[in-house]
């Protein structure tokens, strides 16, 4: 099966500053790749996602590379604020399976 | 627009107590339906997904089950909780999956804090 691993696992940044989350996958039938924030007591909210036929994606402050190459992707915000403060996690499913399998979050804190 | 409803939001109990926790999905039809434990600080954890009425899959061996008596409702039950059962409890849902459907986003519910004593 899929396996995806996520680094680094914390992550402190001053504000201003950008914030890269890169997650690594095993199974290259894999062609879609979300990212999902937690806030602290919460459950995961969708912030953006790729698909396989695209190379980046961008909204706003926060954009999603995907090398498939590679097998690899990252999550990228830039001008961090304080309220971008929380844990995140990326995703990865492939064609036909019904699951999302995750990668063990990265908690990142913008220092203000 | 659709809505994923959980409860209780937060539960403390016994253990060796039975557990009833209770997802519902609003505003689409034919679900696919999740549930996942993200233990202290760690990741999703998932523990059942169902693709139709009284069709379960369990990803890990476990004291718990699931069960769909209708199409948007899902339930993950216990006979007896035991400590490691504690843990954030988190139900998903997504279209069924289809050639249109496929891309489509998988959206969380607010979760239920489960404390067993």
């Known amino acids: 099966g899929e396996n995806v691993e996520q680094h680094p696992s914390t992550l402190s940044v001053q504000e201003g500053d950008s914030a890269v989350i890169k997650c690594t996958y095993s199974?290259?039938?894999?062609?879609?790749f979300p990212w999902y924030k937690q806030e602290l007591g919460k459950g995961p909210q969708l912030i953006i996602d790729i698909r396989s036929n695209v190379g980046e994606k961008k909204d706003q402050r926060i954009a999603v590379t995907l090398n498939k190459t590679a097998k690899h992707f990252s999550l990228h915000i830039t001008e961090t604020q304080p309220e971008d403060s929380a844990v995140y996690f990326c995703?990865?499913?492939?064609?036909?399976?019904?699951?999302?399998?995750f990668g063990t979050g990265t908690r990142l804190t913008v220092i203000p | 627009s659709q809505t994923i409803h959980q409860w209780p939001a937060t539960l403390v109990q016994p253990v060796g107590s039975p557990l009833s926790l209770e997802c519902t999905v609003e505003?689409?039809?034919?679900?696919?339906l999740y549930w996942y434990r993200q233990a202290a600080g760690r990741g999703l954890q998932l523990l059942f997904y169902s693709i139709g009425i009284d069709q379960i899959s369990s990803e890990v061996p476990q004291n718990l089950s699931a069960s769909r008596p209708q199409d948007r409702q899902f339930i993950l039950s216990s006979k007896k909780l035991l400590l490691s059962d504690s843990g954030f409890y988190l139900c998903?849902?997504?279209?069924?999956?289809?050639?249109?459907?496929?891309?489509?986003?998988?959206?969380f519910g607010p979760g239920t804090r489960l404390t067993v004593l």
């Open positions: 199974d290259s039938a894999s062609n879609y």
């Open positions: 998903a849902w997504k279209d069924r999956a289809s050639p249109r459907t496929f891309f489509n986003e998988q959206f």
């Open positions: 505003g689409t039809s034919n679900p696919n």
């Open positions: 995703a990865a499913r492939s064609t036909g399976a019904n699951n999302l399998f």
